[in-house]
């Protein structure tokens, strides 16, 4: 097929005409669609409506703990070994605390900066501009995160491996005010990635290496299980090469069962170094006598030894969403050389890049006749695309029908935005 481009002015005014009259069409429909919720949909919550009977009046863990009581800040030996399994790490490197793995984080960078992680005097805030790494487009969250904790961002290039490590490695071996990394390693949000082998290696070894003593890898593995097809693809372990590396104290872990189970009601974990978990244990000594035990009994139970057969439940009603996503991509824009996508084998997003300068406006005649999408520039810091490119698409909560509607909205919004961008 002939790119837009390349086609004959005539050509591309005959197409403009036709895409302008389709969205006219559109508009007149008042439509109410969104391609923005990176949430699980309610046919796969209802996947996990047995974790109800999974107490059933037997509140005793493993090791007799009765799990209405207080106390226990590092998790329930089960719920731990769950969390291992996520992690793939051991059972004693791991802590598991409430739903949320972003609080987690928050509770380990907000350390980080203030007290430090390893209770030696090393912390943060020492340095004169304590900043992350954000590989981009990356996850949202981390850089509202980073940013409320008034931490600097320095960002480098997302690959179909990992980050650009060429790029990580001059920045974190030269300043000493770079302090860390943040990383989606499997099934990146949003590009899908998964970050190879030789990058996972590279990555542990990176501490050894920093020119700050207090660097840390900061591994949000929030897609661990969350493959479309099974053999999913492998990720290295980093806690081996941490091992390897001796760096097991600098490299920290997260990851939860907010997509596997509940998303307001799972459990989350960290995994890192003994000291870490020390340090992360002093600190939430303040904060709360012990996690919801009787949460992490009844996710214990639920998912021992099962998680594959449940997460292929989750495939099963996820893959036709991906397929109806890149189905249409590739049938609307497939040569035009208007857009490029990736095709994730698993976790929750496809990223879009669109031509320079043109997201928000793709975004925008969305909103219009009614498709609400992820905001522009939402997927780097500070909410700010530098090429303006990036549409992030969240196939997972609208119904098939609705996401076959939105689908072919957007991608007549990217047609039209080009041609008017060629004809102007
Ligand atoms: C990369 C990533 N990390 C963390 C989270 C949130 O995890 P949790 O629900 O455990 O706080 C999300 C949710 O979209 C995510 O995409």
Known sequence: MTTLANKSSEERTSLLQDWVKQYELVSGNRLSLDLSRGKPAADQLALSDALEDAIDGDYRAKDGTDVRNYGGLRGLPETRALGAELLDTPAAQVMAGGNSSLALMHLVVNTALEKGLWQDGRAWQKADAPTLITPVPGYDRHFTLTEALGIKMVAVDMTDDGPNMDQVRSLVTHDPNIKGIWNVPKYSNPTGCTYSG??????????????????????????????????????????????????????????????????????????????????????????????????????????????????????????????????????????????????????????????????????????????????????????????????????????????????LILTLCIKLATAQGMHD
């Open 198 to 407: 030789a990058v996972v290696d590279q990555m542990a070894q990176l501490p050894n290496d920093a020119a700050a003593d207090d660097f840390v890898i900061l591994w949000d593995n929030a897609y661990a299980v969350h493959d479309l097809e099974f053999p999913g693809t492998g990720l290295a372990s980093i806690y081996e090469a941490s091992v390897k590396h001796n760096t097991e104290d600098h490299v920290i872990q997260f990851a939860s069962t907010s997509k596997i189970t509940f998303a307001g009601a799972g459990i989350a974990f960290i995994g890192s170094g003994s000291t870490v978990l020390d340090s992360l244990e002093n600190e939430l000594q303040h904060m709360t006598i012990g996690p919801d035990k009787v949460n992490q009994l009844r996710h214990s139970r639920f998912l021992a030894g099962r998680i594959e057969q449940h997460m292929r439940a989750h495939a099963e009603l996820l893959k036709p969403k991906f397929d109806v996503v890149l189905d249409t991509l590739e049938r609307e824009l497939g040569g035009l050389g208007i857009a490029e996508w990736t095709r994730p084998k698993g976790g929750y997003f496809v990223s879009l890049d669109v031509g320079p300068g043109l997201a928000k406006t793709v975004i925008q005649l969305a909103e219009n006749v009614g498709l609400t999408l992820t905001p522009a520039g939402a997927t780097f810091p500070h909410g700010k695309d530098p090429e303006d490119r990036n549409v992030r698409i969240a196939p997972t909560f609208a119904a098939l029908d609705e996401l076959t509607e939105a689908m």
